[in-house]
């Protein structure tokens, strides 16, 4: 029976995919998991100014068409929760240059990102500068949020919410209603962390 299950997982299809995306890149499938979260956690808690994700998070590709339920959990293996911060903008900036340590990581549609030599040239917030005095709420993992890949400035943000159930079952839920709903997901490309 165990070995009938796994099957299941494995083949059952549950949505399908545009294209083959890969977690080696900072477009597809990156993008798609931040715009993901921003949207799973409007539904769980509210609405975000955006999301920042570790790519080394996301273990595997997607192929293109049918996407499994074990591609998903194998996409998404670790035990993170979701976290909502409100972080100062000073912070948010010093957070992204981290980033750029790394030569970019997942942010969602909101954030655009220039970079230069492990510094930014600009970050913009839906087309607008980030104001280092500004407030800005933000999702995120608690790996990243307790300072995990050496994102300390996030540690100075105030938490207003830690959800309790593995984000990869989360996403996994977005994409069975993704596919019972019909839409294929088709996420853009833009590199939005970009030197």
């Not at 477009?27 to 994700?53: H, Q, S």
């Not at 957070?95 to 750029?100: G, Q, R, S």
């Not at 990243?144 to 994102?151: P, S, V």
Request: hydrophobic content about 40%.
């Amino acid at each position: 029976p165990f070995d009938d299950e796994v099957h299941r997982v494995m083949t059952l299809r549950i949505a399908t995919s545009a294209r083959a995306m890969s977690n080696s890149e900072l477009t597809y499938l990156p993008n798609f998991v931040c715009d993901a979260v921003t949207e799973i956690i409007a539904e769980r808690w509210g609405k975000v100014d955006f999301a920042i994700m570790n790519r080394g998070g996301i273990r595997q590709p997607l192929p293109k068409g049918d996407i499994t339920e074990g591609m998903i959990t194998s996409m998404l293996p670790f035990d993170n929760k979701l976290v909502v911060l409100r972080i100062k903008g000073s912070d948010l900036i010093n957070a992204l240059e981290v980033m750029t340590r790394r030569r970019g990581d997942a942010v969602s549609r909101q954030l655009d990102i220039k970079f230069r030599d492990h510094s930014i040239v600009w970050a913009k917030l839906n087309g607008k500068p980030i104001n280092a005095d500004k407030y800005y709420t933000m999702v995120t993992v608690d790996y990243l949020a307790n300072g995990g890949d050496y994102m300390e400035p996030l540690t100075k943000a105030e938490r207003l919410f830690t959800d309790t159930v593995p984000y990869g079952s989360l996403v996994l839920e977005y994409v069975k209603q993704l596919g019972e709903k019909g839409v294929v997901i088709n996420p853009d490309g833009k590199v939005r962390m970009h030197n």
